[in-house]
């Protein structure tokens, strides 16, 4: 049987193989769900990078920017960290250069893997269905914050090993861990999280729209893939 693990963040990345392996790389508040926005609204392709620097230089080639730091816009990029600002029509067809506090760079660090996808709450039937048609063990890799663990992107965890627990057997107790906290909150995400520390950090930007659009379930029929340095969207 097929075997689903959960990484927490990827400072815990070096325990696990993930060689043979697809990862869904995580990162809910808010890197991967506007990375799942920018596709469903039409954007041909985003380079993931892991520094401001390398953001740059991409912009200097033309590719629109996004850069996040500390969940604010960096200064002199196009793009901010919202996914409400991919519902724009000046995105469809554009290639995005994107670099963020952690979803970038958790993205970076799973090249090895067989493939790596991105997931959100927004794609998470989709990315379920394409899973249920490889033959591949899965690791969801949880962005986390800066090298710790955070709530969001471990729930996805849990709700992702939720739907794929008749098809995939839990590897390690992590998946345990996580398909459990995802049971007791899947009710009402907003409030069982009310108290998570990067809640406290956005609303302190005054951006609770933004919280409560990415805990939205299966929005988008979009599953973004890693291939070479670029993220495409794959026809599912």
């Not at 990078?49 to 390398?54: F, G, L, M, R």
């Not at 955070?150 to 090993?161: H, K, Q, R």
């Amino acid at each position: 049987m097929k075997q689903i693990d959960v990484c927490f963040t990827p400072d815990l990345l070096h325990l696990h193989t993930v060689e043979n392996t697809i990862v869904v790389v995580a990162d809910v508040f808010r890197a991967t769900s506007c990375m799942v926005t920018a596709f469903a609204y039409g954007v041909n392709s985003i380079i993931p990078v892991a520094t401001i620097e390398e953001c740059q230089k991409l912009q200097e080639r033309g590719f629109l920017a996004a850069a996040e730091r500390n969940a604010r816009k960096v200064e002199g990029f196009e793009l901010d960290n919202s996914p409400f600002t991919y519902m724009d029509e000046r995105i469809r067809g554009e290639n995005v250069a994107m670099t963020t506090t952690n979803g970038t760079l958790a993205i970076t660090k799973s090249r090895s893997a067989v493939k790596v996808l991105v997931g959100s709450f927004l794609n998470l039937d989709a990315i379920v269905r394409y899973l249920k048609t490889e033959p591949y063990d899965v690791m969801v890799l949880c962005a986390g914050w800066k090298g710790r663990v955070n709530l969001e992107d471990t729930l996805f965890a849990g709700a992702l090993v939720d739907r794929l627990k008749d098809s995939y057997a839990m590897a390690e107790d992590s998946a345990i861990m996580a398909w459990r906290l995802y049971a007791q909150g899947k009710d009402n995400l907003v409030a069982y999280m009310a108290n998570a520390s990067h809640i406290r950090r956005l609303q302190r930007l005054g951006i609770q729209k933004d919280i409560t659009y990415c805990l939205q379930h299966d929005l988008y029929d979009v599953v973004p893939v890693l291939r070479g340095n670029a993220l495409v969207n794959m026809e599912v």
